[in-house]
């Protein structure tokens, strides 16, 4: 039954149908769209990134990342894991690049 109405609809409207000269219109409105939210964009995100590289030395980052990770390594051995060759490295490398991976995300997305 819905095919046979959206055949029906189909040569209703193809009997009226009537080209319109584009006479380059489409053309034009593409080439006034504005480009320099492109590039404002850009700017924007490489300052931002800017800034956090900056931040990030001025408020000693190594050494935040430096106290996380021996916070871990000091609670895994605290749990009862005496021995730090049972903690697999390749599963903290792994978070470690995810956690840059979603703060990239995160600084791309403010953009």
Known sequence: MQENDD???EQFLAAGKQEIADNGFSR??????PR????LSRLWTGFCFALALVLFF????WQA???????VFENLVQ?????????????????????????????ATLA
């Open 7 to 9: 055949k029906l609809i």
């Open 28 to 33: 034009r409105v593409v080439q006034r769209l």
């Open 36 to 39: 320099r939210e492109s590039l």
């Open 58 to 61: 001025v408020f000693d980052g």
């Open 65 to 71: 990342i430096q106290n996380t990770v021996y916070s």
């Open 79 to 107: 749990q009862g894991q005496t021995d730090i060759a049972q903690t697999d490295p390749k599963s903290l490398i792994v978070a470690g690049i995810v956690l840059i991976y979603l703060a990239y995300r995160k600084i």
